[in-house]
């Protein structure tokens, strides 16, 4: 077809190995698509006649064209829920995590704290089909309401392919307060001061960005105590300085944000990869979200600058126009 792209054809298309049950197609495009089930791995069979044009044979072309089932691939389908938010010396919180196998093959996924922070249950999920869940429940350790402040950690499932170790994680976060949540304060409004709720990591790949000061600020009329919350996805975010102590009205607070690409999961693709920080006000009704904040971060690798290859020189008097073909801003 394509050594006669002004030819007519006929294309037989059948889903059997044996080519039974063939739907006909003529056609005067040397390049077809046709819809394929992805949960089914079969051999496709087609015909290809020529019935006019140049150059053509006169004899059916035979092509067979075998498909597999996709790997198994999980992801997170719900972060961190509830997030952990309790005051001192207080009864250990839950929550849980839940990822989804969005493959077409089963495959056993076994999960695990990075740091150690909390206890997951269970820990291996066997043979987890396509489309289905794993609910993983985060049980945090009795020692861990001890200390103020907030605890950072991630849940990182594993599974094998069929081609290798593949993973994906979820951040977990738990904010130990001095004193019980209210709940029902109001008056409280967070908001990040710069022109965008957005950060940039942007540096080239194989090496470490450097880290950026992020500020917030408190437009409500009352103090407010603040809890973050990181996903979907994320572990590769650090997050320093930010604390339990309120933040009063008008006020701000600076805090450092960093980004570790070791832990990063095969699952968040290639980058850019992105994830947020949502700061929680803690003592405001949970229905009410207007009082949270939400910032997203991106972490870029840029492509590094080449030299152009197979250019011949110019002649004496000509002149030359550069097309950039990628931008980056810092």
Same mark, same amino acid.
């Given at each position: 077809?394509?050594?006669?792209?002004?030819?007519?054809?006929?294309?037989?298309?059948?889903?059997?190995?044996?080519?039974?049950?063939?739907?006909?197609?003529?056609?005067?495009?040397?390049?077809?698509?046709?819809?394929?089930?992805?949960?089914?791995?079969?051999?496709?069979?087609?015909?290809?006649?020529?019935?006019?044009?140049?150059?053509?044979?006169?004899?059916?072309?035979?092509?067979?064209?075998?498909?597999?089932?996709?790997?198994?691939?999980? %992801?997170?389908?719900?972060?961190?829920?509830?997030?952990?938010?309790?005051?001192?010396?207080?009864?250990?919180?839950?929550?849980?995590?839940?990822?989804?196998?969005?493959?077409?093959?089963?495959?056993?996924?076994?999960?695990?704290?990075?740091?150690?922070?909390?206890?997951?249950?269970?820990?291996?999920?066997?043979?987890?089909?396509?489309?289905?869940?794993?609910?993983?429940?985060?049980?945090?350790?009795?020692?861990?309401?001890?200390?103020?402040?907030?605890?950072?950690?991630?849940?990182?499932?594993?599974?094998?392919?069929?081609?290798?170790?593949?993973?994906?994680?979820?951040?977990?976060?738990?904010?130990?307060?001095?004193?019980?949540?209210?709940?029902?304060?109001?008056?409280?409004?967070?908001?990040?001061?710069?022109?965008?709720?957005?950060?940039?990591?942007?540096?080239?790949?194989?090496?470490?960005?450097?880290?950026?000061?992020?500020?917030?600020?408190?437009?409500?009329?009352?103090?407010?105590?603040?809890?973050?919350?990181?996903?979907?996805?994320?572990?590769?975010?650090?997050?320093?300085?930010?604390?339990?102590?309120?933040?009063?009205?008008?006020?701000?607070?600076?805090?450092?944000?960093?980004?570790?690409?070791?832990?990063?999961?095969?699952?968040?693709?290639?980058?850019?990869?992105?994830?947020?920080?949502?700061?929680?006000? %803690?003592?405001?009704?949970?229905?009410?979200?207007?009082?949270?904040?939400?910032?997203?971060?991106?972490?870029?690798?840029?492509?590094?600058?080449?030299?152009?290859?197979?250019?011949?020189?110019?002649?004496?008097?000509?002149?030359?126009?550069?097309?950039?073909?990628?931008?980056?801003?810092?």
């Amino acid at each position: 077809m394509a050594g006669d792209p002004l030819g007519t054809y006929q294309l037989d298309l059948s889903p059997n190995d044996d080519c039974s049950g063939r739907t006909r197609y003529p056609t005067s495009q040397t390049s077809l698509t046709f819809p394929t089930d992805s949960g089914i791995a079969r051999i496709y069979c087609a015909v290809i006649r020529a019935l006019g044009g140049d150059n053509c044979s006169s004899a059916d072309t035979l092509l067979k064209v075998q498909t597999q089932l996709a790997p198994a691939a999980f %992801v997170v389908t719900q972060p961190q829920q509830p997030v952990a938010i309790v005051e001192r010396l207080s009864s250990a919180p839950t929550g849980a995590i839940v990822f989804r196998n969005i493959g077409n093959r089963a495959a056993t996924l076994n999960v695990a704290s990075a740091l150690g922070g909390f206890t997951p249950v269970p820990s291996s999920f066997p043979n987890v089909p396509a489309a289905g869940s794993a609910v993983v429940n985060i049980q945090f350790d009795s020692q861990s309401t001890i200390n103020l402040g907030v605890q950072y950690d991630s849940l990182r499932g594993t599974w094998d392919d069929g081609s290798g170790q593949k993973s994906v994680s979820s951040s977990v976060t738990l904010t130990v307060l001095d004193r019980p949540r209210n709940l029902t304060s109001t008056g409280s409004r967070l908001q990040f001061t710069g022109d965008t709720n957005e950060v940039h990591f942007t540096t080239p790949a194989g090496s470490t960005p450097a880290p950026k000061l992020v500020t917030v600020i408190n437009t409500g009329s009352a103090p407010v105590r603040v809890a973050p919350s990181i996903g979907p996805g994320g572990a590769w975010l650090i997050v320093e300085g930010l604390d339990e102590r309120p933040i009063q009205p008008l006020a701000t607070r600076t805090f450092t944000l960093k980004v570790d690409r070791t832990k990063r999961a095969t699952a968040d693709g290639a980058p850019p990869v992105t994830t947020n920080l949502t700061l929680i006000s %803690v003592d405001a009704d949970p229905a009410s979200v207007s009082d949270n904040t939400i910032l997203q971060v991106f972490d870029e690798e840029p492509p590094s600058p080449g030299l152009g290859t197979n250019r011949p020189p110019l002649a004496s008097g000509e002149a030359s126009i550069i097309f950039g073909s990628s931008v980056s801003t810092v």
